[in-house]
Protein backbone atom coordinates (compact mmCIF):
# COMPACT_ATOMS: atom_id res chain seq x y z
CA UNK A 1 0.00 0.00 0.00
CA UNK A 2 1.18 3.44 -0.96
CA UNK A 3 1.38 6.20 1.46
CA UNK A 4 0.10 9.62 1.53
CA UNK A 5 3.25 11.45 1.09
CA UNK A 6 4.62 8.66 -1.39
CA UNK A 7 1.14 9.44 -3.63
CA UNK A 8 2.11 13.18 -3.53
CA UNK A 9 5.43 12.43 -5.07
CA UNK A 10 3.67 10.73 -7.92
CA UNK A 11 3.58 12.21 -11.66
CA UNK A 12 -0.03 13.31 -12.28
CA UNK A 13 -2.29 12.79 -15.11
CA UNK A 14 -4.15 15.66 -14.51
CA UNK A 15 -0.81 17.74 -15.85
CA UNK A 16 -0.21 15.37 -18.46
CA UNK A 17 -1.21 16.30 -22.18
CA UNK A 18 -1.85 13.53 -24.27
CA UNK A 19 1.77 13.26 -25.56
CA UNK A 20 2.92 13.84 -21.78
CA UNK A 21 1.27 10.30 -21.02
CA UNK A 22 1.94 8.86 -24.52
CA UNK A 23 5.73 9.14 -23.26
CA UNK A 24 5.04 7.79 -19.47
CA UNK A 25 3.51 4.85 -20.90
CA UNK A 26 6.31 4.07 -22.89
CA UNK A 27 8.23 4.34 -20.23
CA UNK A 28 6.34 1.59 -18.47
CA UNK A 29 6.67 -0.43 -21.37
CA UNK A 30 3.17 0.23 -22.71
CA UNK A 31 1.99 1.10 -26.04
CA UNK A 32 1.35 4.94 -26.41
CA UNK A 33 -2.00 4.04 -27.83
CA UNK A 34 -3.13 3.32 -24.36
CA UNK A 35 -3.05 7.14 -23.87
CA UNK A 36 -6.69 8.15 -25.64
CA UNK A 37 -7.93 5.37 -23.69
CA UNK A 38 -7.07 6.33 -20.24
CA UNK A 39 -7.83 9.99 -21.62
CA UNK A 40 -11.35 8.86 -22.44
CA UNK A 41 -11.90 6.88 -19.02
CA UNK A 42 -10.23 9.82 -17.30
CA UNK A 43 -11.91 13.16 -19.47
CA UNK A 44 -15.01 11.85 -21.18
CA UNK A 45 -16.81 9.25 -18.72
CA UNK A 46 -15.29 10.91 -15.55
CA UNK A 47 -13.47 7.97 -14.22
CA UNK A 48 -10.63 9.06 -11.66
CA UNK A 49 -9.92 5.13 -10.80
CA UNK A 50 -7.27 3.31 -12.43
CA UNK A 51 -8.73 0.10 -11.65
CA UNK A 52 -12.05 0.94 -13.32
CA UNK A 53 -10.75 1.58 -16.93
CA UNK A 54 -11.86 -1.78 -18.04
CA UNK A 55 -10.08 -1.75 -21.26
CA UNK A 56 -7.11 -2.04 -19.77
CA UNK A 57 -5.05 -5.05 -19.06
CA UNK A 58 -4.74 -5.63 -15.34
CA UNK A 59 -1.29 -5.45 -15.61
CA UNK A 60 -1.95 -2.20 -16.86
CA UNK A 61 -4.07 -0.79 -14.47
CA UNK A 62 -1.94 -1.69 -11.94
CA UNK A 63 0.70 0.40 -12.51
CA UNK A 64 -1.34 2.71 -13.08
CA UNK A 65 -2.61 2.74 -9.67
CA UNK A 66 0.95 2.93 -7.86
CA UNK A 67 2.93 4.96 -10.23
CA UNK A 68 0.02 7.89 -11.26
CA UNK A 69 -2.17 10.00 -9.97
CA UNK A 70 -5.08 11.63 -11.05
CA UNK A 71 -5.68 14.88 -8.63
CA UNK A 72 -9.04 16.48 -8.90
CA UNK A 73 -10.42 20.14 -6.73
CA UNK A 74 -12.71 18.87 -4.12
CA UNK A 75 -15.66 20.81 -3.39
CA UNK A 76 -16.03 22.42 -0.09
CA UNK A 77 -18.84 24.85 -1.13
CA UNK A 78 -21.74 25.07 -3.43
CA UNK A 79 -24.51 28.04 -3.48
CA UNK A 80 -27.46 27.99 -5.68
CA UNK A 81 -28.80 31.29 -6.94
CA UNK A 82 -32.74 32.17 -7.48
CA UNK A 83 -31.55 32.36 -11.26
CA UNK A 84 -30.36 28.57 -11.60
CA UNK A 85 -26.59 30.19 -11.23
CA UNK A 86 -24.56 28.09 -9.12
CA UNK A 87 -20.90 29.01 -7.46
CA UNK A 88 -18.83 26.32 -6.26
CA UNK A 89 -15.94 26.98 -3.68
CA UNK A 90 -13.24 24.25 -4.84
CA UNK A 91 -10.11 22.99 -2.86
CA UNK A 92 -6.69 23.01 -4.60
CA UNK A 93 -3.46 21.45 -3.58
CA UNK A 94 -2.07 21.17 -0.62
CA UNK A 95 0.84 23.38 -1.34
CA UNK A 96 3.13 22.10 1.50
CA UNK A 97 0.20 21.27 3.80
CA UNK A 98 -2.14 24.36 3.09
CA UNK A 99 -5.20 23.88 0.71
CA UNK A 100 -5.71 26.51 -1.46
CA UNK A 101 -9.61 27.78 -2.01
CA UNK A 102 -10.98 29.12 -5.61
CA UNK A 103 -14.22 29.63 -7.01
CA UNK A 104 -15.52 28.43 -10.20
CA UNK A 105 -19.04 29.24 -11.39
CA UNK A 106 -21.84 27.66 -13.76
CA UNK A 107 -24.44 29.87 -15.38
CA UNK A 108 -27.52 28.51 -17.10
CA UNK A 109 -28.89 29.08 -20.52
CA UNK A 110 -26.73 31.96 -21.75
CA UNK A 111 -27.83 30.75 -24.17
CA UNK A 112 -25.88 27.89 -23.78
CA UNK A 113 -24.69 26.51 -20.54
CA UNK A 114 -21.35 28.43 -19.36
CA UNK A 115 -19.24 27.16 -16.86
CA UNK A 116 -16.29 30.24 -15.49
CA UNK A 117 -13.44 28.85 -14.29
CA UNK A 118 -10.76 30.48 -12.62
CA UNK A 119 -7.34 30.44 -13.91
CA UNK A 120 -5.17 32.03 -10.15
CA UNK A 121 -5.58 31.82 -6.66
CA UNK A 122 -6.30 35.84 -6.24
CA UNK A 123 -5.24 38.27 -8.83
CA UNK A 124 -1.84 40.58 -8.61
CA UNK A 125 -4.26 43.27 -11.04
CA UNK A 126 -5.72 44.77 -8.44
CA UNK A 127 -8.70 46.08 -10.13
CA UNK A 128 -10.49 48.81 -8.43
CA UNK A 129 -13.86 47.37 -8.34
CA UNK A 130 -12.98 43.82 -8.32
CA UNK A 131 -12.70 41.82 -4.71
CA UNK A 132 -10.98 38.83 -5.88
CA UNK A 133 -8.08 41.63 -6.52
CA UNK A 134 -8.34 42.96 -3.38
CA UNK A 135 -6.90 38.87 -2.28
CA UNK A 136 -3.58 39.79 -4.11
CA UNK A 137 -1.72 36.92 -5.94
CA UNK A 138 -1.56 33.50 -3.86
CA UNK A 139 -0.73 31.62 -6.56
CA UNK A 140 -1.18 30.53 -10.04
CA UNK A 141 -3.25 27.84 -11.17
CA UNK A 142 -1.40 24.91 -12.65
CA UNK A 143 -3.34 23.73 -15.99
CA UNK A 144 -4.84 19.93 -14.01
CA UNK A 145 -6.01 22.35 -11.81
CA UNK A 146 -7.66 24.72 -14.71
CA UNK A 147 -8.94 21.74 -16.10
CA UNK A 148 -9.82 20.24 -12.94
CA UNK A 149 -12.62 23.17 -12.45
CA UNK A 150 -14.07 21.75 -16.12
CA UNK A 151 -13.92 18.36 -15.00
CA UNK A 152 -15.80 19.09 -11.52
CA UNK A 153 -18.90 20.76 -12.62
CA UNK A 154 -19.55 18.69 -15.99
CA UNK A 155 -19.20 15.55 -13.22
CA UNK A 156 -21.67 17.31 -10.80
CA UNK A 157 -24.15 18.83 -12.59
CA UNK A 158 -24.40 15.89 -14.85
CA UNK A 159 -23.26 17.94 -18.40
CA UNK A 160 -20.36 15.66 -19.40
CA UNK A 161 -22.54 14.68 -22.79
CA UNK A 162 -23.75 18.13 -23.17
CA UNK A 163 -22.27 21.23 -24.94
CA UNK A 164 -21.23 23.96 -22.56
CA UNK A 165 -18.74 26.81 -23.32
CA UNK A 166 -16.12 28.19 -20.72
CA UNK A 167 -15.40 31.49 -19.90
CA UNK A 168 -12.06 32.15 -17.89
CA UNK A 169 -13.06 35.02 -16.10
CA UNK A 170 -13.22 33.50 -12.96
CA UNK A 171 -10.49 34.60 -10.35
CA UNK A 172 -7.46 35.49 -11.98
CA UNK A 173 -5.66 37.04 -15.24
CA UNK A 174 -5.07 34.04 -17.34
CA UNK A 175 -2.16 35.81 -19.10
CA UNK A 176 -0.80 36.65 -16.13
CA UNK A 177 -0.49 32.56 -15.94
CA UNK A 178 0.75 31.98 -19.83
CA UNK A 179 1.77 28.76 -20.19
CA UNK A 180 -0.68 27.04 -18.24
CA UNK A 181 -3.46 28.54 -19.80
CA UNK A 182 -2.45 27.67 -22.75
CA UNK A 183 -1.67 24.02 -22.07
CA UNK A 184 -5.02 23.74 -20.39
CA UNK A 185 -7.07 25.06 -23.59
CA UNK A 186 -4.91 22.28 -25.30
CA UNK A 187 -5.69 19.22 -22.56
CA UNK A 188 -9.68 20.36 -23.19
CA UNK A 189 -9.54 20.62 -26.67
CA UNK A 190 -8.00 17.16 -27.02
CA UNK A 191 -10.49 14.91 -29.11
CA UNK A 192 -9.45 11.65 -26.86
CA UNK A 193 -10.29 13.90 -23.69
CA UNK A 194 -13.61 17.07 -23.67
CA UNK A 195 -12.86 17.91 -27.16
CA UNK A 196 -13.99 21.44 -26.36
CA UNK A 197 -12.77 23.67 -28.74
CA UNK A 198 -11.07 26.99 -28.33
CA UNK A 199 -13.99 28.57 -30.24
CA UNK A 200 -16.17 27.76 -27.41
CA UNK A 201 -13.54 28.94 -24.76
CA UNK A 202 -13.60 32.83 -24.07
CA UNK A 203 -10.43 34.32 -22.35
CA UNK A 204 -11.08 37.38 -20.80
CA UNK A 205 -8.12 40.10 -19.93
CA UNK A 206 -7.26 43.57 -19.07
CA UNK A 207 -4.50 43.71 -21.85
CA UNK A 208 -1.30 42.37 -20.49
CA UNK A 209 0.30 43.04 -23.62
CA UNK A 210 3.12 40.00 -24.02
CA UNK A 211 0.55 38.04 -23.84
CA UNK A 212 -1.49 39.65 -26.43
CA UNK A 213 0.89 39.46 -28.85
CA UNK A 214 2.17 35.54 -28.16
CA UNK A 215 -1.26 34.91 -28.75
CA UNK A 216 -0.68 35.52 -32.33
CA UNK A 217 1.77 32.69 -32.50
CA UNK A 218 -0.30 30.22 -30.76
CA UNK A 219 -2.02 27.42 -33.32
CA UNK A 220 -5.50 27.52 -31.37
CA UNK A 221 -6.44 30.96 -30.06
CA UNK A 222 -9.62 31.19 -28.00
CA UNK A 223 -12.14 33.98 -28.05
CA UNK A 224 -11.21 37.27 -26.56
CA UNK A 225 -12.49 39.61 -24.02
CA UNK A 226 -10.79 42.94 -23.24
CA UNK A 227 -11.63 44.18 -20.06
CA UNK A 228 -10.98 47.87 -21.06
CA UNK A 229 -13.28 50.03 -19.02
CA UNK A 230 -12.51 53.04 -19.12
CA UNK A 231 -11.95 56.03 -22.32
CA UNK A 232 -9.09 57.88 -21.03
CA UNK A 233 -5.20 57.39 -19.63
CA UNK A 234 -5.76 59.00 -16.14
CA UNK A 235 -9.59 57.52 -15.46
CA UNK A 236 -8.51 53.45 -16.54
CA UNK A 237 -5.05 53.79 -14.78
CA UNK A 238 -7.46 54.81 -11.72
CA UNK A 239 -9.35 51.96 -12.49
CA UNK A 240 -7.05 49.10 -13.69
CA UNK A 241 -3.59 49.70 -12.39
CA UNK A 242 -2.40 47.44 -15.37
CA UNK A 243 -2.56 50.87 -17.07
CA UNK A 244 -0.31 52.57 -16.11
CA UNK A 245 2.68 49.87 -17.86
CA UNK A 246 -0.23 49.22 -20.82
CA UNK A 247 -2.19 51.80 -21.61
CA UNK A 248 -5.07 52.12 -23.49
CA UNK A 249 -3.52 52.80 -26.41
CA UNK A 250 -1.12 50.09 -26.24
CA UNK A 251 -3.63 47.23 -25.66
CA UNK A 252 -5.69 48.61 -28.90
CA UNK A 253 -2.55 48.40 -30.34
CA UNK A 254 -1.86 44.78 -30.01
CA UNK A 255 -5.81 44.27 -30.45
CA UNK A 256 -5.32 45.82 -34.05
CA UNK A 257 -2.57 43.08 -34.76
CA UNK A 258 -4.63 40.14 -33.66
CA UNK A 259 -5.60 37.87 -36.68
CA UNK A 260 -9.40 38.30 -36.37
CA UNK A 261 -11.55 35.88 -38.70
CA UNK A 262 -13.75 38.17 -41.07
CA UNK A 263 -16.94 36.90 -39.07
CA UNK A 264 -15.45 37.19 -35.18
CA UNK A 265 -15.05 40.02 -32.82
CA UNK A 266 -12.85 40.91 -29.93
CA UNK A 267 -15.15 41.48 -27.12
CA UNK A 268 -14.60 44.46 -25.08
CA UNK A 269 -15.70 44.84 -21.81
CA UNK A 270 -16.98 47.98 -19.36
CA UNK A 271 -17.63 48.30 -16.06
CA UNK A 272 -20.18 50.79 -15.64
CA UNK A 273 -19.57 52.59 -12.24
CA UNK A 274 -22.53 55.02 -11.48
CA UNK A 275 -20.91 59.09 -12.11
CA UNK A 276 -17.77 57.69 -12.78
CA UNK A 277 -17.27 56.14 -16.58
CA UNK A 278 -21.29 56.18 -17.58
CA UNK A 279 -21.19 59.82 -18.98
CA UNK A 280 -22.17 60.15 -22.82
CA UNK A 281 -19.13 61.68 -23.33
CA UNK A 282 -17.70 58.12 -22.00
CA UNK A 283 -19.55 56.33 -24.66
CA UNK A 284 -18.46 58.55 -27.21
CA UNK A 285 -15.21 58.68 -26.79
CA UNK A 286 -14.97 54.69 -26.87
CA UNK A 287 -16.64 54.69 -30.14
CA UNK A 288 -13.73 56.90 -31.22
CA UNK A 289 -11.44 54.24 -29.86
CA UNK A 290 -12.71 50.90 -30.80
CA UNK A 291 -12.83 52.51 -34.89
CA UNK A 292 -10.71 50.19 -36.97
CA UNK A 293 -11.40 47.08 -34.31
CA UNK A 294 -13.51 43.95 -35.24
CA UNK A 295 -15.09 44.88 -32.21
CA UNK A 296 -18.60 44.85 -29.87
CA UNK A 297 -19.32 45.87 -26.10
CA UNK A 298 -20.20 44.16 -23.26
CA UNK A 299 -21.42 46.89 -20.39
CA UNK A 300 -21.66 45.45 -16.82
CA UNK A 301 -23.57 47.49 -14.89
CA UNK A 302 -21.46 46.77 -11.33
CA UNK A 303 -22.49 44.30 -9.29
CA UNK A 304 -21.84 46.46 -5.79
CA UNK A 305 -20.21 44.85 -3.14
CA UNK A 306 -19.51 45.37 0.45
CA UNK A 307 -15.74 47.05 0.13
CA UNK A 308 -16.22 48.15 -3.37
CA UNK A 309 -16.18 52.16 -3.68
CA UNK A 310 -18.57 52.33 -6.50
CA UNK A 311 -22.22 52.35 -7.18
CA UNK A 312 -24.23 51.03 -9.51
CA UNK A 313 -25.56 53.23 -12.55
CA UNK A 314 -28.90 53.76 -12.77
CA UNK A 315 -31.15 51.73 -15.92
CA UNK A 316 -32.01 55.03 -17.66
CA UNK A 317 -27.64 55.75 -17.77
CA UNK A 318 -26.88 52.58 -18.80
CA UNK A 319 -29.49 52.54 -21.39
CA UNK A 320 -28.77 56.13 -22.76
CA UNK A 321 -24.96 54.48 -22.71
CA UNK A 322 -25.55 51.51 -24.77
CA UNK A 323 -28.02 53.75 -27.80
CA UNK A 324 -24.80 55.96 -28.22
CA UNK A 325 -22.97 53.09 -29.12
CA UNK A 326 -25.77 51.16 -31.07
CA UNK A 327 -26.12 54.75 -32.92
CA UNK A 328 -22.26 54.63 -34.05
CA UNK A 329 -22.84 51.09 -35.49
CA UNK A 330 -20.98 49.31 -32.90
CA UNK A 331 -22.92 46.10 -31.45
CA UNK A 332 -23.49 46.56 -27.87
CA UNK A 333 -25.28 43.95 -25.51
CA UNK A 334 -25.92 44.85 -21.65
CA UNK A 335 -24.89 41.67 -19.46
CA UNK A 336 -27.81 40.37 -17.19
CA UNK A 337 -26.10 40.28 -13.81
CA UNK A 338 -26.51 36.65 -12.50
CA UNK A 339 -25.79 35.03 -9.20
CA UNK A 340 -25.71 38.51 -7.00
CA UNK A 341 -27.40 36.87 -4.24
CA UNK A 342 -24.85 34.19 -3.58
CA UNK A 343 -21.95 36.57 -4.82
CA UNK A 344 -21.33 34.80 -8.41
CA UNK A 345 -21.74 37.74 -10.21
CA UNK A 346 -18.90 39.26 -11.94
CA UNK A 347 -15.97 40.70 -10.03
CA UNK A 348 -17.68 38.90 -6.68
CA UNK A 349 -15.05 36.10 -6.24
CA UNK A 350 -13.18 36.18 -3.54
CA UNK A 351 -12.61 33.81 -0.41
CA UNK A 352 -12.63 34.66 2.62
CA UNK A 353 -9.34 33.74 4.84
CA UNK A 354 -6.43 33.76 1.64
CA UNK A 355 -5.99 37.01 1.54
CA UNK A 356 -2.61 38.09 1.29
CA UNK A 357 -0.89 39.78 4.34
CA UNK A 358 -1.03 43.73 3.47
CA UNK A 359 2.84 43.53 3.38
CA UNK A 360 2.58 40.59 0.52
CA UNK A 361 -0.20 42.49 -1.38
CA UNK A 362 1.93 45.74 -1.30
CA UNK A 363 4.89 43.74 -3.25
CA UNK A 364 2.25 42.35 -5.46
CA UNK A 365 0.80 45.69 -6.13
CA UNK A 366 4.34 47.18 -6.64
CA UNK A 367 5.86 44.52 -8.73
CA UNK A 368 2.98 44.39 -10.96
CA UNK A 369 3.04 47.80 -11.35
CA UNK A 370 6.72 48.73 -12.22
CA UNK A 371 7.03 44.86 -14.14
CA UNK A 372 3.41 42.71 -13.87
CA UNK A 373 4.73 39.21 -14.34
CA UNK A 374 2.48 39.25 -17.53
CA UNK A 375 5.79 41.27 -19.21
CA UNK A 376 6.91 37.05 -18.04
CA UNK A 377 3.96 35.88 -20.85
S1 LIG B 1 -11.14 42.21 -12.67
FE1 LIG B 1 -9.98 40.37 -13.28
S2 LIG B 1 -7.90 41.16 -13.60
FE2 LIG B 1 -8.97 42.72 -12.40
S3 LIG B 1 -8.50 42.20 -10.23
FE3 LIG B 1 -10.45 41.19 -10.77
S4 LIG B 1 -9.85 39.11 -11.41
FE4 LIG B 1 -8.00 40.39 -11.49
Known sequence: MINTAARAALPDLAEMELADLEQFLAGLGEGRFHARQIYRWAYKRGVTDFHLMSD?????RA???????LSTPRIVGRDRSSDGTEKFVLEVGPDGGTARRIESVFIPETPAMTFCVSTQVGCAMGCAFCLTGKMGL???LTAGEIVGQVRVLAETLALRDTRFNIVLMGMGEP???YD???KALRILANASGLAISPRRVTLSTVGVVPGL????TEPMMPNLAISLHATTEEQRSRLVPLNRKYRIEDVLAA???LPVKRRDRITFEYVLLDGVNDAPDDARRLVRLLQGIRAKVNLIPLNEAAGIPFGRPADHRVDAFAQILADHRVTVSVRKSRGRDIRAACGQLIVEGQQRSPGQRLASAMSSALSPAGADA
Open 56 to 60: LSKTL
Open 180 to 182: ETM
Open 175 to 177: LHN
Open 255 to 257: CRR
Open 138 to 140: VRN
Open 213 to 216: DRLT
Open 63 to 69: SLDTGLV
